[in-house]
């Protein structure tokens, strides 16, 4: 293109085209049809040339004039008759826009045409709604769309908008992804496009973004008269000058082409770019002053800022907004995925503890949710006609969205009243009525088999006839039929279905006992399991159509007394259950005692508009896959699997062909839930615990929807936006700009970027790759620690001296508790110029290694947790504990220098002063600061789980809040911060998709910013600009009552072993039909003395749970607080159990208690040893020893021994 006309489109873009010029560009357009096509394929300058048509005189100018000639050159065509029609249109706006002056009328007259052409040729379908927020406003901008109405903050801009900023005016953009815009000044900006990639087109002024990780191969694209930038994400400001465009970039790396050459070049951070007429397109530093040029000068971003004029735009930060980090895969539990019936491209997601996604894209990418109090998720469920309202199931009831998914509110009322301890109405799913949406029907229960204490509404049938406004209880699905007592124990319902077309029939799969079927619209119910080998139910189908037709999912059974468990698989009925034929050819049908090595199947989906196509997924830990069948069932074939096909092998013979997707995480292709697109049935989707895929091609191929490979770095991979990790720390290496590691729960054992946060390889891989990861310490020449396990068991410590090879050290060789022993492993700490001397707190004992982590020595011990070192002096560090806090200079001596008791989470500012918390602790809950030998307590808050501090500014402080998922609503407000020391906090939770969690830092080369991690939700990043003002919505003020709670406690001397009341029948040798001493229970629990399982004759403790409940047996046995308890003895469980053995302590009158797990166990395990030493705290007067066991299974317990220790 020539570099004149170039030069004319960006002076009719900025409105500074004169009178002959316009005349020149109107000709170029109407006779270069081609030159118009380019154009109009993007609509770069629509928007903003479309401003220029204001009023009659210049549409009359344009009729006669420009349109004219675009009559002579085209003819009297349809795009001329729609130009007519746009204009006549624009005739019933004259009472909005300003005037143009006579002096512009024959630029407006090009303005018009180029646009008109532009709006017509560029037409697109609509997209999801992606569009732009205005934050805030700050003096005159304006228009916000064809006709120029005033922008006010809080609307939406639609794409073809076109904003101006006047000389004292500013305005920030908000993208729902998080990517946030700033313009200021005399500026113009028109937003070409949102979805599915982003276009903006600048045509004057300054622009500052902070570009969230886009999609791989869809940069959000930034344009002016001279240049383009694509940016997949990453913070820069562009500038447009008269004919010369400055890019700068702060972060990331940034292609920038001049558009009179289409010359290219990589911009990386810290470097800057000019496209200009006769100026070199290189990349130079930003603080490299710029060559003299007739343009006008830019200043660089890093330059000190000149003093502004009296009419300069007021500074306006970009809002803090989190948004995802990008960390790959999705990391927990898939419960739902559910594709929209009204468009394959929206498609709702839900976890276990991982809340909802939603992607608009086709699972491209996702994007968080609001709303939520809970993210306890079950099924999901959009509305049969109307697109935008869908229904979630939660631990905590009915939720509902009215927006497509984005927003969710819960809808409760008349059921049961919040509650604080337990789960009192949990929803599995919400169905609607075919012949009346109004009518809804929610079941109480959950597939993933959530537990919770007390009495939970499991088995419940609610009917709500107000499209959820209120809802009554049906009935109660037990053990033996249906319930109308509102106090009935019910039994967990893990799906529901009406029958097709049917108000009347509706079938419930209930966990244990098959299939449940009512036919008065749920007020009565029968079982329908004739036929079927057992009753182990995971999931049932209604056929789309025939009302008599659906098929039911069963998942692998041990019947009592047999040797192994039967297999499941699918099966279907055509008269509404009363009869069942197996659909199981081409299934693997093993039989193994271990349930997780036997064919059993969670993932079941059936294509609505093809329901002879459907997928199931096996998920035996040795031949995991998915299968799919195009004759409804009569025979399946793999299409997806991660174990090679063996023919000796019956679990994996059949598996020869199928696809091998590549992932980012580690577990076998077990799929807890799968989809079929309802409109198209060559699109499957598919859940796991670590991870999603998707296939578009009927399962012949699959990717990773949760992660995209990065290209160039083995290894590497980054999220698509919906991550279910739950966070236990994130640290940054203070001496290595980019290098950060992310420690989680399970497969988030541990995750380093080594590019600012880009990118991600796992590093966790040995001994195996599960078992979560806690803290990391650093050292300058780069050797680091991290502390890994979980659930009471230890993971080993991962150290690595090269940054490539990892290696985890454990066991009694090294001096520490042997790899999977009884004991979590918690803070880390080492001298960064001594990498040598390394300290780790495991089991609640402080160890220390000089050697680098090859030999361990235990130092201090009594329920030790977390370590923070003064940066002044890294010798000088603090271990939190149940008596509060440690002091030590030399790493060896330690003495108590009081706090929050029990003390949690840590942090050192660079004045040496100590931040701790207080989580969750009945007195003296919130953060504490240690300064010159006094404690003060800045803020009471009682869910505040960790703290970090600005490195660069100690009056800028992080706090994280965590509740439990246990209850109906979470307590946790989200992160907290403070730029004056703790003096005043503001909430900052803007944008995230969960408020709870455990993990914050700071950017230490960058400090503006930040990082949350969240329990169950992944990790979020945000820009927290240093001056940026905030809205202080709570303060505290220190009492003297803090300053007791806050003081040393008298270290308790040895206890001698007659204080504490002996251990009775440890061996479970006495007794009859309970063990003697062992009669305590609690919950739903059969509790018997076995003697024919043991760990040594004649006899063991056993507890029996079923359908989800919980319970336990217990001793009791007094002791004075402070005691230090050492409890010994074996465990064990069958079944699809989780069991704990525990130590439980309590206060004189029953009003505190503290858990002190021993072991953790959870489905078939033999007898496994613990040996654990706990500290009681000083308020107890009691504890009990005892074997909890939750869901459905057995647990065992022998030669338990409890001796008092010094």
Not at 76 to 98: C, K, M, N, P
Not at 186 to 214: I, N, S, Y
Not at 283 to 294: C, G, I, K, M, N
Request: net charge neutral; glycine share 12%; hydrophobic share 40%.
């Amino acid at each position: 293109m020539p570099d004149a006309t170039e030069i004319l489109l960006g002076k009719a873009a900025a409105g500074e085209l004169a009178p002959a010029e316009a005349e020149t560009l109107a000709a170029v357009l109407a006779s270069d049809p081609a030159l118009a096509d380019e154009y109009a394929k993007d609509a770069r300058f629509g928007a903003l040339l479309h401003a220029a048509l204001a009023g009659p005189a210049a549409r009359d100018r344009f009729e006669r004039g420009a349109a004219g000639r675009l009559r002579a050159a085209r003819g009297d065509s349809a795009l001329l008759r729609a130009v007519r029609a746009r204009t006549a249109r624009l005739a019933v706006r004259d009472r909005w826009g300003r005037r143009l002056a006579a002096a512009a009328t024959m630029a407006a007259s090009a303005a018009v045409v180029l646009a008109t052409l532009l709006a017509i040729r560029s037409a697109r379908p609509p997209g999801p709604d992606a569009r732009p927020v205005v934050d805030r406003v700050v003096g005159a901008a304006g228009p916000g769309g064809p006709g120029g109405a005033v922008v006010k903050a809080g609307a939406r801009l639609d794409p073809g908008a076109f904003v101006r900023t006047g000389a004292g005016g500013a305005l920030a953009l908000r993208f729902p992804d998080g990517t946030t815009m700033g313009l200021g000044g005399d500026a113009a900006l028109a937003l070409e496009c949102v979805h599915p990639v982003k276009r903006v087109a600048l045509a004057r002024g300054t622009l500052e973004a902070d570009v969230a990780p886009q999609a791989p191969g869809r940069p959000l694209v930034l344009r002016t008269p001279q240049a383009q930038a694509d940016v997949l994400g990453t913070r820069l400001t562009l500038a447009v000058h008269g004919e010369a465009t400055r890019l700068d970039v702060a972060e990331g790396l940034v292609r920038l082409t001049r558009l009179s050459d289409r010359r290219s070049v990589q911009v990386p951070a810290g470097h800057a770019a000019v496209a200009a007429p006769g100026r070199a397109l290189v990349p130079v530093p930003r603080d490299v002053p710029e060559p003299a040029t007739p343009s006008p000068r830019l200043v660089p971003a890093s330059a000190p800022a000149a003093p502004p004029a009296a009419d300069a735009a007021p500074a306006l930060s970009p809002p803090l907004r989190w948004r995802p980090l990008g960390e790959p895969g999705c990391g927990g539990w898939i419960t739902s995925i559910r594709v929209s019936p009204h468009d394959s491209r929206r498609i709702l997601l839900g976890g276990d503890v991982l809340g909802i996604a939603l992607s608009e894209d086709r699972g491209e990418t996702w994007q968080g949710t609001a709303g939520l109090r809970i993210w306890e998720i079950g099924d999901l469920t959009w509305h049969p006609t109307d697109p935008r309202v869908a229904w979630a199931g939660t631990m905590g009831g009915p939720y509902i969205s009215r927006d497509g998914g984005r927003t969710w509110e819960l809808k409760r009322n008349g059921m049961p009243p919040l509650n604080n301890w337990m789960f009192s109405a949990p929803i599995e799913k919400v169905l609607f009525d075919p012949q009346d949406p109004r009518r809804l029907i929610a079941v109480g229960g959950s597939s993933r088999r959530m537990t919770s204490p007390g009495t939970p509404m499991w088995g419940a049938v609610w009917e709500s006839r107000d499209a959820g406004e209120s809802w009554s209880l049906l009935a109660t699905l037990g053990a033996d039929g249906a319930s109308h007592d509102p106090k009935a124990k019910g039994i967990n319902i893990v799906g529901a279905a009406f029958a097709a077309g049917s108000s009347d029939r509706i079938y419930a799969a209930v966990d244990g006992h098959g299939l449940y079927a009512s036919e008065d619209g749920g007020r009565t119910w029968a079982k329908r399991n004739a036929g079927l080998p057992h009753t182990a139910i995971e999931r049932v189908i209604a056929h789309p159509r025939d009302r008599d037709t659906l098929w039911i999912l069963l998942t692998a059974c041990k019947p009592a007394g047999a040797p192994a468990h039967l297999p499941g698989g699918v099966f279907k009925s055509v008269d509404a259950g009363l009869t069942w034929t197996a659909c199981t050819r081409g299934l693997p049908a093993v039989r193994h005692a271990d349930f997780n090595l036997s064919s059993n199947f969670k993932g079941f989906a059936v294509c609505s508009s093809a329901p002879d196509t459907m997928i199931v997924g096996e998920c035996a830990w040795s031949a995991g896959a998915i299968y799919r069948s195009t004759d409804g069932g009569a025979s399946w074939q793999a299409v997806a699997t991660r174990q090679a096909a063996d023919p000796n092998n019956p679990a994996t013979r059949g598996l020869a062909g199928a696809c091998r997707p590549e992932i980012a995480y580690f577990a076998g292709l077990g799929m807890t839930v799968l989809e079929a697109d309802p409109r198209d049935p060559k699109a499957f989707f598919g859940g796991g615990s670590e991870y999603l895929l998707r296939s578009l091609d009927g399962g012949a191929t699959w990717t990773d929807a949760s992660a995209a490979r990065v290209d160039g770095a083995p290894g590497a991979w980054r999220g698509r936006g919906y991550s279910g990790l739950c966070s236990i720390g994130f640290r940054f290496d203070p001496f290595r700009k980019g290098r950060a590691l992310l420690l989680a729960m399970d497969a988030g054992k541990c995750w380093e970027s080594l590019d600012g946060l880009k990118s991600w390889t796992y590093r966790g891989h040995d001994p195996w790759p599960w078992g979560g990861g806690s803290d990391a310490a650093f050292a300058r020449d780069g050797t680091t620690y991290t502390t890994t396990g979980q659930f009471g068991s230890f993971g080993g410590l991962l150290r690595t001296t090269d940054g490539t090879t990892w290696t985890s050290l454990a066991g009694k060789a090294r001096g520490l508790p042997e790899y999977r022993g009884n004991a979590v492993a918690t803070g880390v700490h080492t001298l960064p110029d001594d990498p040598k001397q390394v300290w780790a707190v495991i089991g609640g004992t402080l160890y220390r290694s000089a050697d680098g982590g090859e030999r361990w020595a235990a130092l201090q011990s009594g329920g030790l947790q977390w370590i923070a070192a003064d940066p002044r002096n890294p010798s000088r560090f603090y271990v939190s504990g149940p008596a509060g806090v440690l002091a030590t200079e030399d790493g060896a001596a330690f003495k108590p220098i009081g706090g929050p008791k029990p003390a949690y989470r840590m942090a050192c500012d660079r004045e040496g002063r100590l931040y701790v918390t207080g989580y969750r602790i009945d007195r003296g809950a919130g953060l504490w600061r240690f300064d010159r030998g006094a404690w003060t307590r800045l803020l009471d808050e009682f869910y505040a789980s960790n703290v970090a501090i600005d490195p660069s500014d100690p009056a800028r402080l992080l706090l994280a809040t965590n509740d439990d998922p246990f209850h109906d609503v979470c307590k946790a407000a989200g992160p907290w911060i403070s730029d004056d020391g703790g003096k005043t906090w503001a909430a900052a939770a803007d944008g995230l998709s969960m408020l709870r969690g455990h993990a914050v830092a700071f950017d230490p080369f960058e400090p503006e910013r930040i990082v949350y991690g969240t329990l169950g939700r992944g990790y979020f990043t945000a820009r927290w600009p240093k001056g940026y003002p905030l809205k202080a919505a709570r303060t505290y003020a220190h009492t003297a009552e803090d300053g007791a709670l806050a003081a040393v406690e008298p270290v308790p001397g040895p206890v001698p072993a007659r204080r504490l009341a002996p251990l009775l029948n440890g061996s479970m040798t006495e007794g009859r039909d309970v063990p003697s001493g062992w009669e305590g229970k609690w919950g739903d629990a059969q509790v018997a003395r076995d003697t024919a399982v043991f760990k040594s004759a004649p006899a063991s403790l056993r507890v029996r749970v079923s359908a989800g409940k919980s319970g336990q047996a217990f001793q009791l046995l007094d002791a004075p607080g402070g005691t230090r308890i050492r409890v010994r003895g074996f465990a064990r469980c069958a079944g699809r159990a989780k069991v704990n053995a525990a130590l439980q302590a309590f206060d004189e009158d029953w009003t505190r208690n503290e858990f002190h797990q021993l072991l953790y166990l959870q489905d078939d395990t033999d007898w496994t040893a613990f040996d654990r030493v706990a500290v009681l705290p000083g308020w107890a007067s009691r504890f009990n020893v005892q074997l909890l066991v939750e869901g459905d299974g057995t647990a065992w317990m022998d030669d338990v021994a409890v001796d008092a220790v010094p």
